[in-house]
């Protein structure tokens, strides 16, 4: 009899420390899960064309999207002491008017140079980016003046 009343109070710390695991189990998953839907979601911005955030009008209003299109010539405009820039951008479908002031502009930024912003699109029409990505253009590309 002595063996069976012994039991019972052994069973009961076990169980308290296999509910303390659990539990602490469970608050690592559940802390794992949210930095990775947190992760995915930043990685995982739209990319649209002009056309494409035009079409969308206020839906697109305050979302974090990504933009690719050619910089108009003749629209850029420095401002802030050269830490900010305005210009337009277009793909053809429509053209969208940026500002931009979050860092340094790349050295290729300029007309007619095609770039990717990120940012979000206001309700008067411009497009406030925070991220500004200039495509390098290749010196392997044809230049209409091959020697013979």
Known sequence: MHATTARPALAAPA???RLK?????GSVLLGVAYLMLTAFQT???YYLTVGELLDRGAAAHGQQ???AGDVVRGTVEREDAGLGVRFL??????Q??????????????GDEVQVVVEGKYTAEGTFVANTLLAKCPSKFEADGTAEA
């Open 15 to 17: 169980t308290g420390r």
């Open 21 to 25: 695991l659990l539990i602490a189990s």
């Open 43 to 45: 990685t995982t911005v």
């Open 65 to 67: 999207v990504r933009v």
């Open 89 to 94: 951008v277009h793909d053809g479908s429509g």
């Open 96 to 109: 969208v008017p940026v500002y931009y002031r979050g860092g340094p502009v790349p050295d290729i930024f």
